[in-house]
C-alpha cells in the first residue's frame, strides 16, 4: 500500500498534477482479528515495525510524537464464532452463537488457520465451550459443509461480505485440500456469487518444520475479467483449481453407489501385532462359549499394500455389541480396556467417549457392502502410483485405504486400467510432502463411467469383452504376485520387493501387461487405442453427463 501511495506522488509530480492522495498509508487503515492473546499484541507493532522501515528505507521523514500509536483496529476476538452472553440459556450456556460481524474493509487477506474437518473436534472443544464445533458448523449449516475443514468458514465469511458489496476482493491461503471433496463446495460457492480470478494450485509451504502444500485464492464480486493460474493466463479457474472442467462438470453417478468406501475408521489403538493375535486366537473359548476369532481379524493399511505386508491384525467388536458383551471375550476386551479406554476418555465426541470399545465409525455401509465376500478392491487414498490390490474377504480395511466392494477380475482391471488412472489423476488433488496424487469416492470414483454401469455388465461367458479385461487382469496380478513373492527368496530379498519399488522401476513386462489390459478396456468402451490422454478424459466426460442425464442422483 504503501509503494502504491509512493508511485502515485511520484507520477503527480512528474505529470504536475495537484497532489490526489495528500494522506499517507497509515497502519490505521488495516484491520484485522486475532484469538490468540500474544499474537494480538504483537500484530500492532508489527505493523508499526513495518511502517517505520519502510519509511526509513525510503527517505520520509518521520513526523510523529510519540512515533508508535496503539492501534485499536485489531480485535482480540474469534473471526467466525462468537457467543452473545445477554443471550444465555440451558440450551447455551456460554450464550447463543452469532456470526461477528468482520470490521469494514475494500480487501479481505489472510492466512486462517488450517484444521481438517475431522479433526477439529479434537482440538478445539475444551471443557469450556464443549459444543464449540457443533455450534460452528450449526451456525453455517446451509453455507459450509458439516466436514469441512476449518478454514472454509473464513472463505465463506469473506464470500458473503463480498456479495453484498461490503467489500471488493480477498485473497486467502488454505491447504491444497480446499480442491476437493465437501471443501470445494465451498469454492462452488464463491464461483456462484463471484469468481476466482487468480490462484496457486498447489505450492509448498516450510514454516517451523510444518511441510504441507498449500492453495492461494484471490476472489472477488466477478468483477476482474482476467485469470491467472499457476502464474499463467487461463480462461478459468474452477472450483477445483485448474483451467480443465473435467472434475469440476461431472456429476456423481448413481450407478456407483454403495460400491466404494473409505476404510474404517478405528480411532484408537486396536490394532495387534502378529504375536499378540496369535496368543488370542489360540486361547481357550471364552465364557459365551465363543472363540476371540469373532473380533480379532487380519488389518492392512497403506502401507502394508505399497511394501509388504507385516501380517497385522485389529480388534473389531463390530457396531452392535454393547460392552457387556464385549467383556465376553476375555482377552480381546482386556487389551482395548489397557490400550483405548483412557484416550476415548479425552476424545471430545460423545459417543466416542461413551462406546470407547468400538471404533469410531460404525462403517455399516461399508460392512454390509463386504459383507459374505470372499474378497474385495483396495488402493491407497494418497499414493505416489495409482495401485489396485485383492485383499482378503475377512480383513478390516484402514481409513487411509480407498475399498470397492467387488470380487471380479473385470472389475479390477477396469480400476487398474490408464483409462481410470487418468480420470483418477484429472478428478484429484494432491497432499503430503510427496505432492502424491490423492484418491476419493466423490470425485474419482463416482463419478468415473464404467463401459457398462455397474450390476448391468454381462458375464465373461456372455461378452468376449469383459473376458479380455478379465483375463489382462489376472495375468497382471499373476506376474506381480510372482515378482513380489519368488520362490527360495531370502528375507533381505523380499523386503526389497515391493509395490512402489516395482511400479518405481516399471519393467518392460510389467509394462507390456499394462499394455494388454489397457488394449482390452478401449475395446469395451470402443475407443481407439491411440486416443491421447486429453481426448480420452473428454470422452469419459461426455459419458459421464449422459449417464448422469439419464439418471439423476438424488440430492
Known sequence: MLDLWLEAQRFAAEQNISIVLPKMVSPAQLYGIETEFYAHELASIVVWIGFLQWKYEHGVAEDREPILEKLSNIEHADAILRYDETRKSVEHPNGKPCEPAWPPADFIIGNPPFLGGSKMRKEMNDPSHEAYVD???????????????????????????????????????????????????????????????????????????????????????????????????????????????????????????????????????????????????????????????????????????????????????????????????????????????SARQENDDPQRKA????????????????????????????????????????????????????????????????????????????????????????????????????????????????????DAARELVRLRDAWLNPPNASEADLKDRTLTKLYNARPEWLANAHRTLDQAVFAAYGWPSTLTTQQVLANLLALNRQRAAAHPTPQ
Open 135 to 341: 455450534d460452528l458448523r450449526q451456525l453455517y449449516t446451509d453455507r459450509v459443509p458439516g466436514g469441512a475443514d476449518l478454514v472454509t468458514y473464513w472463505f465463506e465469511k469473506a464470500r458473503a461480505i463480498i456479495e453484498k458489496n461490503k467489500a471488493a476482493r480477498a485473497g486467502l491461503i488454505a491447504t491444497q485440500a480446499i480442491r476437493q471433496g465437501s471443501n470445494r463446495k465451498v469454492l462452488k460457492r464463491i464461483k456462484a456469487s463471484g469468481d476466482i480470478f487468480m490462484a496457486w494450485s498447489d505450492r509448498p509451504w516450510v514454516l517451523d518444520g510444518a511441510d504441507v502444500r498449500v492453495s492461494m485464492i484471490a476472489f472477488d464480486g466477478g468483477n476482474e475479467t482476467t485469470r491467472t493460474l499457476d502464474g499463467s493466463p487461463v480462461e478459468a479457474i474452477h472450483e477445483n483449481l485448474s483451467a480443465s472442467t473435467t472434475a469440476t462438470k461431472a456429476e456423481p453417478l448413481q450407478e456407483n453407489l454403495r460400491i466404494g468406501f473409505k476404510g474404517f475408521e478405528k480411532n484408537g489403538d486396536f490394532e495387534l501385532t502378529p504375536e499378540a493375535a496369535c496368543r488370542m486366537l489360540q486361547a481357550p473359548i471364552n465364557p459365551n462359549g465363543r472363540p476371540n476369532s469373532d473380533v480379532v481379524f487380519p488389518w492392512v493399511n497403506h502401507h502394508d499394500l505399497a511394501a509388504r505386508n507385516r501380517g497385522m491384525f485389529i480388534i473389531d467388536f463390530g457396531p452392535k455389541r454393547t460392552v457387556e458383551e464385549a467383556a465376553l471375550y476375555e482377552l480381546p476386551f482386556e487389551w482395548a480396556k489397557t490400550h483405548v479406554f
Open 355 to 470: 462406546k470407547w470399545w468400538r471404533f469410531g465409525r460404525s462403517g455399516r455401509d461399508l460392512r454390509k457392502a463386504l459383507a459374505r465376500r470372499n474378497r474385495f478392491i483396495a488402493t491407497g487414498r494418497v499414493s505416489k502410483h495409482r495401485m489396485f490390490v485383492w485383499i482378503d474377504g475377512r480383513t478390516v480395511p484402514d481409513s487411509r485405504l480407498f475399498v470397492v466392494a467387488r470380487e471380479d477380475d473385470y472389475f479390477f482391471g477396469l480400476l487398474q486400467s490408464s483409462i481410470h488412472e487418468a480420470w483418477s489423476l484429472a478428478t484429484s488433488s494432491r497432499h503430503g510432502v510427496g505432492n502424491d496424487p490423492t484418491y476419493n469416492g466423490e470425485s474419482c470414483f463416482e463419478t468415473f463411467p464404467f463401459p457398462w454401469p455397474p450390476g448391468t455388465e454381462p458375464s465373461e461367458a456372455e461378452d468376449p469383452r469383459v473376458k479380455a479385461i478379465a
